[in-house]
């Protein structure tokens, strides 16, 4: 908390998966070199577009009440499905700037989508779609199933890709699986773009 009352941080994203990933990610605190931070997370009912065309209107009234102000959606589905991600992120973050939070709220625009921050060399991806001890392996099974070539470092459809892995192993979908990659994995794992936006955005407000 600040000395004027407000919290750090709102946190607006498209679903739970979302939330609960972001979840796992901050309560890395020492991954991310951040001070310990109190914020309040909200799904937008109108999910990954709402997030897009309606997130600074959701944001507006909170501007006096939190410090910073971050919105995350996946670019698949959001109306956009062609644009690069860096910019709908500036045209999102432009909207929150003039609608109350100037430079203090930033726009993280998943492309394609949550499920790329899934896959990496982690062990514990095996583990938390239970695969472990399964043979082939995923990666394996993966490419055999046209969805994983050897020279890609993720699958080429990422959310197909676990929806079709927890349904091979009977293994039902459930938001508690991102939150547990996240609080596991380590961040050094993931190169994805995006997500690397996040963590820098985190440190440079909340250093520790």
Not at 23 to 41: A, E, M, R, T
Request: aromatic share 10%.
């Amino acid at each position: 908390m600040t000395d004027l009352g407000k919290k750090d941080l709102i946190l607006l994203v498209a679903d739970k998966d979302m939330e609960f990933a972001l979840k796992g990610v901050f309560s890395q605190i020492h991954s991310l070199c951040i001070h310990p931070i109190q914020y309040d997370s909200y799904i937008h009912p109108e999910h990954d577009p709402g997030c897009w065309l309606r997130g600074h209107e959701f944001l507006r009234p909170f501007a006096r009440k939190y410090e910073h102000a971050l919105v995350v959606l996946d670019r698949d589905g959001c109306g956009r499905d062609t644009s690069e991600r860096e910019i709908l992120e500036r045209e999102l973050e432009d909207r929150l700037s003039v609608s109350g939070w100037g430079d203090d709220a930033s726009a993280i625009v998943i492309q394609p989508e949550l499920e790329i921050w899934v896959w990496s060399d982690s062990p514990e991806v095996e583990q938390a779609l239970g695969w472990k001890g399964k043979n082939p392996g995923l990666r394996s099974w993966l490419e055999k199933k046209e969805l994983w070539t050897d020279k890609s470092k993720k699958p080429s459809d990422p959310k197909k890709a676990v929806e079709l892995a927890l349904r091979e192993v009977r293994k039902p979908r459930s938001s508690s699986i991102y939150q547990n990659l996240a609080e596991k994995v380590s961040f050094k794992r993931c190169e994805d773009p995006a997500f690397e936006k996040l963590c820098k955005k985190l440190t440079e407000w909340f250093p520790a």
